[in-house]
């Protein structure tokens, strides 16, 4: 296959693993013939047939049934052991396929494992994809993480883009593989596992770089960019082999070349990563110090969601104009007190007012980067338990969990994620801002009322 017509592969690719998420994210509210299930442990069986797609939110899913249809899932440890009749769409933090998949399969989450069949196209994201031996995929392979480990089959072309790729087993196309600058025979870097969550799933070892067996297959040509060529056994390729360093030289002196798509997807990836691990830090926070403000601000956001739009908008205004109010405010006190004093308490008032103007701009940051993006988080989650019917709508934990995967995964889409942080940020600074001025005016209105009390017992006397 030419250069051309791989690069017109790997772009619909990324389409459709676009198009995965965005699934993933929207389609649970909007399509109606499925069916739901919800809960901490779900299990379908292996005499159970599900005529329809189905959608699950669960903390550990196990299938070993039958989906007639699509199967659309979330949650922390998943299990594939009997068949989907259709597409598989599964987000958690392990994800094993040891049964059988009729069409697609778009993956992602920490450990990815694929022990049995794909019949179409696999699509992965992740730190760690293992195509154990035995294993197949009828389309193409299309992997995109920190490592991946093929020794099974694969029928076209593979494209992988990682810091760790050892290929062991048939690709019956074309091989397009992409490690950076990552050096063969390099151990993992220090730090590593970065953890996903707690009860972190064992995965397979395998060396920095592109490493190949003698007992790999490659049907087509090999595509690879590394910064060290490496010896590829002339019985493992069939047609040609193409090495492209990542780092040229010029005369001796590095000269960083364009990246290349697999590299800029593997960058794009890393950037969700790290999006996805510091929210869910964020959400730890808030449902461990703040359970019950969080879910207030959530149910406002619920309960007047036009309102908390428009009060967002003003809250921008408000701060906007009170970042003004204490620039002028420092600039005059500065001024004032130079003249009356000579300017021996000018730097002591630029001084106060640097430390109100950040901190004031300190808050604010952080409320709209991250606790906007938790309080829509919280109640994305809480909609798709409660449309499952699941007690897990409840739960301090998982609601928060599922919605932000979720927004991550919405985030994540060209033009419509901006839209969404958007609509986020607004609709949690409106809910913060309702929230805030019942406050101000129930505490108003206490002493008011602690005031009338005396006048009417006199009047009574």
């Given at each position: 296959?030419?250069?051309?017509?791989?690069?017109?592969?790997?772009?619909?690719?990324?389409?459709?693993?676009?198009?995965?998420?965005?699934?993933?994210?929207?389609?649970?509210?909007?399509?109606?013939?499925?069916?739901?299930?919800?809960?901490?442990?779900?299990?379908?069986?292996?005499?159970?047939?599900?005529?329809?797609?189905?959608?699950?939110?669960?903390?550990?899913?196990?299938?070993?049934?039958t989906v007639k249809g699509d199967l659309f899932v979330a949650g922390g440890t998943i299990e594939i052991n009997g068949t989907v009749e259709g597409d598989l769409v599964a987000a958690g933090q392990s994800v094993v396929i040891d049964g059988t998949v009729g069409d697609d399969a778009r993956i992602a989450g920490y450990e990815l494992s694929l022990g049995g069949e794909v019949m179409?196209?696999?699509?992965?994201?992740?730190?760690?994809?293992?195509?154990?031996?035995?294993?197949?995929?009828?389309?193409?392979?299309?992997?995109?993480?920190?490592?991946?480990?093929?020794?099974?089959?694969?029928?076209?072309?593979?494209?992988?883009?990682?810091?760790?790729?050892?290929?062991?087993?048939?690709?019956?196309?074309?091989?397009?593989?992409?490690?950076?600058?990552?050096?063969?025979?390099?151990?993992?870097?220090?730090?590593?596992?970065?953890?996903?969550?707690?009860?972190?799933?064992?995965?397979?070892?395998?060396?920095?770089?592109?490493?190949?067996?003698?007992?790999?297959?490659?049907?087509?040509?090999?595509?690879?960019?590394?910064?060290?060529?490496?010896?590829?056994?002339?019985?493992?390729?069939?047609?040609?082999?193409?090495?492209?360093?990542?780092?040229?030289?010029?005369?001796?002196?590095?000269?960083?070349?364009?990246?290349?798509?697999?590299?800029?997807?593997?960058?794009?990836?890393?950037?969700?990563?790290?999006?996805?691990?510091?929210?869910?830090?964020?959400?730890?926070?808030?449902?461990?110090?703040?359970?019950?403000?969080?879910?207030?601000?959530?149910?406002?956001?619920?309960?007047?969601?036009?309102?908390?739009?428009?009060?967002?908008?003003?809250?921008?205004?408000?701060?906007?104009?009170?970042?003004?109010?204490?620039?002028?405010?420092?600039?005059?006190?500065?001024?004032?007190?130079?003249?009356?004093?000579?300017?021996?308490?000018?730097?002591?008032?630029?001084?106060?007012?640097?430390?109100?103007?950040?901190?004031?701009?300190?808050?604010?940051?952080?409320?709209?980067?991250?606790?906007?993006?938790?309080?829509?988080?919280?109640?994305?989650?809480?909609?798709?338990?409660?449309?499952?019917?699941?007690?897990?709508?409840?739960?301090?934990?998982?609601?928060?969990?599922?919605?932000?995967?979720?927004?991550?995964?919405?985030?994540?889409?060209?033009?419509?994620?901006?839209?969404?942080?958007?609509?986020?940020?607004?609709?949690?600074?409106?809910?913060?801002?309702?929230?805030?001025?019942?406050?101000?005016?129930?505490?108003?209105?206490?002493?008011?009322?602690?005031?009338?009390?005396?006048?009417?017992?006199?009047?009574?006397?």
């Amino acid at each position: 296959m030419s250069t051309n017509r791989l690069g017109t592969r790997f772009s619909r690719l990324l389409a459709i693993a676009g198009a995965a998420t965005l699934i993933l994210a929207l389609a649970v509210p909007t399509v109606w013939a499925f069916e739901g299930r919800g809960g901490d442990v779900v299990i379908i069986e292996a005499d159970e047939v599900i005529d329809d797609d189905l959608y699950v939110g669960a903390g550990q899913f196990t299938l070993d049934g039958t989906v007639k249809g699509d199967l659309f899932v979330a949650g922390g440890t998943i299990e594939i052991n009997g068949t989907v009749e259709g597409d598989l769409v599964a987000a958690g933090q392990s994800v094993v396929i040891d049964g059988t998949v009729g069409d697609d399969a778009r993956i992602a989450g920490y450990e990815l494992s694929l022990g049995g069949e794909v019949m179409d196209d696999l699509i992965s994201a992740g730190f760690s994809l293992e195509n154990e031996r035995e294993s197949n995929v009828g389309g193409d392979l299309l992997a995109v993480g920190y490592q991946a480990l093929l020794a099974g089959g694969v029928a076209g072309d593979a494209e992988i883009a990682g810091g760790a790729v050892r290929l062991a087993g048939a690709i019956g196309g074309d091989a397009k593989v992409d490690v950076g600058g990552a050096e063969p025979g390099q151990g993992m870097p220090s730090g590593f596992p970065f953890y996903f969550g707690p009860n972190v799933p064992p995965v397979p070892s395998v060396p920095m770089g592109l490493s190949i067996d003698g007992s790999a297959s490659v049907g087509g040509d090999l595509e690879y960019t590394a910064n060290s060529e490496i010896a590829v056994p002339a019985s493992v390729v069939a047609g040609a082999t193409d090495f492209t360093r990542y780092v040229p030289e010029v005369e001796g002196r590095p000269e960083i070349r364009r990246p290349s798509p697999a590299a800029l997807v593997g960058r794009w990836f890393v950037r969700q990563l790290r999006r996805l691990i510091t929210l869910l830090l964020a959400g730890a926070a808030m449902m461990w110090l703040v359970p019950g403000w969080t879910r207030k601000m959530a149910g406002i956001v619920q309960a007047k969601p036009l309102p908390s739009l428009g009060w967002g908008v003003v809250a921008i205004a408000a701060f906007a104009m009170a970042m003004l109010v204490l620039i002028i405010g420092t600039a005059l006190l500065a001024l004032i007190f130079g003249i009356l004093t000579l300017g021996e308490l000018v730097g002591r008032f630029i001084a106060l007012g640097g430390i109100a103007i950040s901190s004031v701009g300190f808050g604010f940051s952080v409320t709209w980067s991250y606790v906007t993006k938790i309080i829509i988080s919280l109640l994305l989650g809480q909609l798709v338990f409660r449309l499952f019917k699941s007690d897990a709508e409840g739960h301090r934990w998982w609601p928060v969990l599922l919605g932000v995967l979720i927004f991550v995964a919405i985030a994540a889409i060209p033009v419509l994620g901006w839209l969404a942080r958007l609509a986020t940020v607004l609709l949690g600074l409106g809910a913060i801002w309702l929230w805030g001025r019942d406050w101000f005016a129930a505490r108003r209105a206490a002493p008011a009322s602690a005031e009338a009390e005396p006048k009417d017992a006199a009047s009574a006397e």
